[in-house]
């Protein structure tokens, strides 16, 4: 189902490709046309490093569709370190250990399937608890 | 502009109603709406709905109900915005009354959220969120909530237990109202052993989704009067929308709920009075800290605090601000594209002193909020007793 949205947007969701505004320096995660800062158009690509704080969480246990095999997960607000919000499911990490303010990073993982016959997965993006070392 | 009047109301009970159609349902309320103001012909139908393309897999509602109703001739569409597509209908209806482009408006509100079943019908509802970069990571409109909620907790200390007073209020409420869905009281004890949904959010905290249908009817008051109405007629006063961002993650402060705050604003100065001048206010329920974060908005507690008004009675309906008069979505049920219609003819329902047992004492000025989504879209209007 939506090969072409899908493959549009890999670049978002394997390498959270964002834009940097040239005309204030404003990171943009996902891609706007229009600058939320400026109001310039923004089109200057921009890789972000993937690190960032939760800054809410939820524990979803009612799944819509291609999301059944996943639940119970957790899905989290994420504050990347160069500013922008992202919505993505934490993953490698127990429910009851999530907390506001927890450092995480990017790591690509299966998102979804769908469920029809023709069975596409669908990669991209989810964060996991930064590694101690 | 011309001054607009409610001249007509009418609704349909909300539930799973199975045996009924997309169309049939929308004709019921608005046959009634049409008979409340005394058969008066509407040039324009308009239609809040936010589903049916998904679950009925139907469009071009505007025609296919007015055809339905044998409205020959009508100007008719449907305007949607998520689940404040209601209020969308309403304030377009307002519109084209209030400029003289048209005499009489009917406006219909109508889900038919059954006709789709089990995960499609969570699915279908995501199609409000920012597809890319919500539902695509496996956000739901409960999971938005439960953000919110966890966040709305941390940030202001509130206890996790002070948003039982929402789901309590609005099923004490719709115990009278014979349109609801549920018609029973709850007690916080049950609110508390209610099962997560996305945790801290619960089975309570959330209005279930359901069928119904409402609808008005507008026009001018000289209209109303040569049509011989006799039931009190309801000035649309003040009316506001504005838009959020579409997803929760591109705003730097989530729990502020601008959209509602600027609607209910703009609603108010138009009308010339202040929030608190109203006798009572059908906020957004469809989830209990929306209600909290909605009242936040309009003006009624400072930021944080919203949650300390459902503790002191406050919010009955013989207190200081009466809301969810009828049950709000909790109670009454949420029908969705349809609540935001539900809200004003409850509130109409108010303004005229036919709530029964309900009946807020003296209410002559009504606020509505319909929110789509977390406030990324918001609807006001002010509604007074002429
Ligand atoms: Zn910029």
Redesign the pocket.
């Known amino acids: 189902m939506e090969i072409p949205r899908h493959w549009r947007l890999k670049k978002q969701r394997y390498a959270l490709q964002g834009e940097v505004?040239?005309?204030?320096?404003?990171k943009i995660f996902p891609p706007r046309d229009v600058?939320?800062?400026?109001?310039?158009e923004?089109r200057t690509t921009f890789t972000f490093s993937g690190r960032g704080k939760v800054y809410s969480f939820t524990h979803v246990t009612e799944a819509p569709a291609g999301f059944e095999e996943t639940a119970p997960y957790t899905v989290a607000l994420v504050q990347l370190e160069e500013g922008p919000v992202v919505t993505a499911q934490l993953t490698d990490v127990d429910a009851d250990e999530v907390e506001i303010g927890m450092p995480v990073e990017m790591v690509t993982r299966k998102i979804r399937s769908d469920g029809d016959e023709r069975g596409i997965i669908i990669y991209g993006y989810k964060f996991r608890p930064v590694m101690q070392h | 502009m011309r001054d607009v009047v409610i001249a007509g109301i009418g609704q349909t009970r909300v539930g799973e109603l199975w045996d009924i159609s997309l169309r049939s349902l929308a004709y019921q309320a608005m046959k009634a709406a049409r008979k409340d103001a005394n058969g008066l012909t509407p040039d324009a139908l308009y239609v809040g709905n936010y589903l049916a393309i998904v679950t009925s897999h139907q469009s071009n509602l505007g025609t296919l109900l007015a055809d339905n109703a044998g409205l020959t001739g009508v100007e008719a569409f449907t305007c949607e915005a998520g689940q404040a597509s209601g209020g969308a209908a309403f304030q377009m209806g307002y519109i084209a009354v209030a400029s003289g482009y048209v005499d009489a408006a009917l406006v219909v509100g109508v889900e038919k959220y059954t006709d789709a079943i089990g995960s499609e019908q969570e699915a279908a509802l995501a199609i409000s969120m920012d597809a890319d970069y919500e539902a695509m990571v496996g956000l739901t409109l409960a999971a938005q909530a439960g953000l919110l909620m966890q966040r709305y907790i941390y940030q202001y200390g509130a206890p996790r237990s002070a948003f039982g007073a929402f789901p309590v209020l609005a099923h004490a409420n719709a115990v009278n109202n014979p349109f609801a869905m549920y018609r029973r009281a709850i007690d916080q004890d049950t609110y508390e052993k209610a099962p997560p949904v996305a945790d801290p959010l619960n089975l309570y905290d959330q209005a279930s989704y359901a069928d119904g249908a409402a609808a008005v009817l507008l026009t001018t008051p000289e209209k109303a009067r040569q049509a011989g109405i006799g039931h009190p007629l309801v000035r649309v006063r003040g009316a506001g929308g504005v838009i959020d961002t579409l997803a929760l993650h591109d705003r730097p402060d989530p729990l502020a709920f601008d959209a509602a705050r600027y609607a209910v604003q703009r609603a108010c100065e138009m009308g010339g009075i202040l929030p608190g001048e109203v006798d009572l206010f059908e906020v957004d329920d469809a989830f209990s800290i929306y209600a909290v974060l909605g009242l936040e908005a309009a003006g009624f507690a400072e930021r944080g605090e919203g949650w300390r008004l459902g503790q002191n009675g406050d919010l009955r309906l013989n207190g200081r601000l009466p809301v969810l008069t009828m049950g709000g979505s909790k109670g009454r049920g949420n029908p969705l594209g349809a609540a935001g219609v539900y809200q004003i003819v409850e509130a109409v329902q108010q303004l005229r002193g036919e709530a029964g047992a309900n009946q807020v004492a003296d209410a002559r000025m009504a606020l509505t909020l319909n929110l789509g989504g977390p406030a990324s879209s918001a609807f006001a209007h002010v509604l007074e007793r002429v």
């Open positions: 505004c040239p005309h204030c320096e404003g600058c939320p800062h400026c109001g310039n923004a």
